[in-house]
């Protein structure tokens, strides 16, 4: 088994399976007990609320934990709007968001609200001038993503928010943080952002858990009420079993960051050197994109017909993003890709433990591919 599709999630690493297991069956109790098992579980959510603040730099009281980061970009963009009601009615997206933060804001429009939605250069980069100049006095929240889940693209974050933050001091800005978050430095005291999104199964923690980043001082309104936990920002029992596996997958992301970083980058490079001898394949993904995604195509042959080719031989990769189940990518289409660059897409995506051999393995598979398809390709 080849499994190329670590954008979509990943396979959780042992030592947080082996955490979220002893809670289960141990350290099972709810951490707003006050009982001895009650604080054991407390203990949990609060060690793993450190790990996640060492890695932001930030005090550990700022860190929320939310079911994914679906729910923190909703908590940020509905819970930050509904907190600004008279601050203006403008909201500043890109036109590449991740659905979580496209479909709120298109709920927003529906209620009233202007979205201007930045669009990515040819090439597939962002000038930090477009978010700069989309901004107004008008404008209540921007909300953009790090690093781009089907092509990789890393957008200018620390240009856009150190020039926003000095010209709009009030402007709520979040960050959709998921697939950079410990792949890339994210220091709060550097990165002034108000909000910031991430996910724990994109880190080899399980599904179903990711936090939110709160500054200091920024009030946003809970999407969920109930019982006060998370600072009342997210009402409902921790999922504790969880949050200790998320712990345990922060730890080691941020104490081996960099040798997985070299991974991804070898990974990157030797799939690309490769694809300069097939002629078949075009590269999507620009050259200064976050090495843990390439996303190519093979111009006439459909994603899904070569994505199930390669399912055959055990070998998983995407047609784009997991969340546009089968739809073509409206994303790739904003970055400006061609009609049959967008429909014969496919998104490479490596962790921490994907090896040369298998790479070798996808290649010789797509390889075979090609040749049975070359009938259809132009
Ligand atoms: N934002 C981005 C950029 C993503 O890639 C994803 C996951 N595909 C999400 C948000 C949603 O994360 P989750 O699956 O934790 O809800």
Redo the contacts with the bound molecule.
């Keep these: 088994e080849i499994y190329l599709d670590n ?3 990943t396979k959780v690493c042992i030592d947080a399976a082996n955490a979220c297991m002893k809670v289960m069956t141990e350290q099972y109790g709810n951490p707003s007990s006050l009982h001895k098992k009650g604080v054991e579980a407390e203990n949990i959510v609060t060690a793993a609320r450190k790990t996640a603040a060492s890695i932001l730099n930030c005090d550990p009281d700022c860190i929320i934990f939310t ?7 909703n908590l940020a963009i509905l819970g930050g709007i509904s907190a600004r009601k008279r601050d203006g009615k403008t909201i500043v997206t890109s036109s590449v ?2 659905a ?2 496209e479909h709120a804001a298109a709920y927003l429009e529906k209620q009233g609200y202007t979205v201007k939605r930045v669009e990515p250069k040819p090439g597939g980069n962002f000038d930090e001038a477009d978010f700069i100049n989309a901004v107004d006095e008008d404008t209540v929240l921007l909300t953009f ?1 790090m ?3 089907e092509l990789g693209t890393v957008l200018p974050y620390e240009k856009i928010i150190r020039a926003l933050r000095q010209k709009f001091p009030k402007l709520l800005i979040h960050l ?1 943080a ?2 950079g978050f410990t792949k890339f430095p994210l220091n709060v005291r550097k990165i002034d952002a108000d909000l910031i ?1 991430f ?4 880190l080899y923690a399980p ?1 179903g858990i ?1 936090g939110l980043y709160v500054k200091k001082g920024v009030r946003i309104e809970p999407i969920i009420y109930g019982g006060s936990q998370e600072r009342s920002l997210r009402s409902g029992t921790q999922a504790v079993p969880l949050i200790a596996a998320f712990d345990e997958a922060l730890k080691l992301c941020r104490d081996e960051g960099e040798k997985f970083a070299e991974t991804y980058r070898f990974c990157n490079d030797y799939l690309r050197k490769a694809f300069q001898k097939m002629p078949e394949v075009v590269i999507n993904s620009p050259a200064n994109a976050s090495p843990h995604v390439l996303n190519i195509s093979v111009p006439g042959v459909p994603s899904e017909i070569m994505l199930h080719f390669l399912e055959q031989h055990d070998i998983f990769v995407s047609s784009g ?3 546009s189940k089968g739809a073509k990518s409206v994303v790739l289409k904003a970055y400006g890709l061609p009609e049959d660059r967008v429909k014969s897409a496919l998104r490479l995506s490596f962790s921490k433990d994907t090896a040369k051999e298998q790479l070798d393995g996808f290649l010789d598979v797509l390889e075979q591919g090609i040749r049975r398809f070359k009938a259809v390709i132009r």
């Design positions: 954008c979509a999630t079911s994914g980061a679906t729910e923190s970009n968001e991740h979580s933060v993503m690093v781009n889940n959709d998921v697939q999104s996910s724990g199964h994109k599904k990711g993003s997991a969340c």
